[in-house]
């Protein structure tokens, strides 16, 4: 294959025989779609913690995962500021997705992305947190503002923008009620 015909290809930055394989692979076998997630939380002092990923399971096999992410506050929220907080890495999880989701929905509908960028804003009241008074804990309202550039026309855009907001794993679970199941074991 000559380098012409790989770019042929390939749009923005995804393989578009590996993808046309994928959704392939997952029309013929549904139960391959079906990932379970796993990680470890493991706390130091105050906010400071190390999150792992461990693995990815997919139909009994699993992707090892190696990665390490610090979590902590800033000193002004009683913090030492080593790393983000997990709020900030909920947005940031949240825009991730959203925008490697749009880059793979654009993709999908060949459309030429010459840049992408996601921006999150959420806000939350510490009175929940701190339980000082009856309100929620977790955020009030997230604002989230897609900026592209692409050959795409507006009705295109709005219309990947809404198949986003369908198929985005992380505004899924951000947007709608997700059962979380939670338990407490005593270690020695």
Known sequence: MTQSQAAVNELNG???DELQSTVEAL???PEAGKLVWRGQVSWDAGFGMDAHTTGIEQLGQVMPRKFTLRGDHPPQLLGQNTGPTAVETLLAS???CITGT???QATARGVKIESLEVEVEGSMDLNGF???QPIRAGMLGVDVRIKVTGDADDAT???IRQA???ASPVYDSVANPVTVKTAVEKTK
């Open 14 to 16: 995804w393989n578009l």
């Open 27 to 29: 029309q013929n076998n």
């Open 94 to 96: 949240l825009g991730s």
């Open 102 to 104: 749009y880059a793979a």
């Open 130 to 132: 701190l339980l000082l």
């Open 157 to 159: 855009l709005e219309e």
């Open 164 to 166: 986003t907001m369908k």
